[in-house]
Nanobody, 123 residues
């Protein structure tokens, strides 16, 4: 499966953005999808994940209550709605797919990665 993340940009603190992760391939609905982010000088960290059917979602404590992950398998797309953005949310955001490790927060569990989209939150 090939992934392409989009939707990043510059937003003021308190604002919102919606990221999209578009996938190619007929087996998209078989994969759990995760969102990760990496700020300059920091390690890549887990943000959110959603199971293949959309029933189960997982969030990092730092984004719980502010971000919402969802998917539309008919459109081969996963979304990350980000509200109440903070300057510390500034990072490159990546989507990734795994067929084997549902709900995993470890980057190493994900075999396929998109190219990343930059989110910048100004104070």
């Amino acid at each position: 499966v090939q992934l392409q993340a989009s939707g990043g940009g510059l937003v003021q603190a308190g604002g919102s953005l919606r990221l999209s992760c578009a996938a190619s391939g007929r087996t998209f609905s078989s994969y759990d999808i995760g969102w990760f982010r990496q700020a300059p000088g920091k390690e890549r960290e887990f943000v959110a994940a959603i199971s293949w059917g959309g029933r189960n979602t997982y969030y990092a404590d730092s984004v719980k209550g502010r971000f919402t992950i969802s998917r539309d398998n008919a459109k081969n797309t996963v979304y990350l709605q980000m509200n109440s953005l903070k300057p510390e949310d500034t990072a490159v955001y990546y989507c990734a797919a795994t067929a084997a490790y549902s709900g995993s927060r470890r980057p190493g569990s994900y075999a396929y990665w998109g190219q990343g989209t930059l989110v910048t939150v100004s104070s």
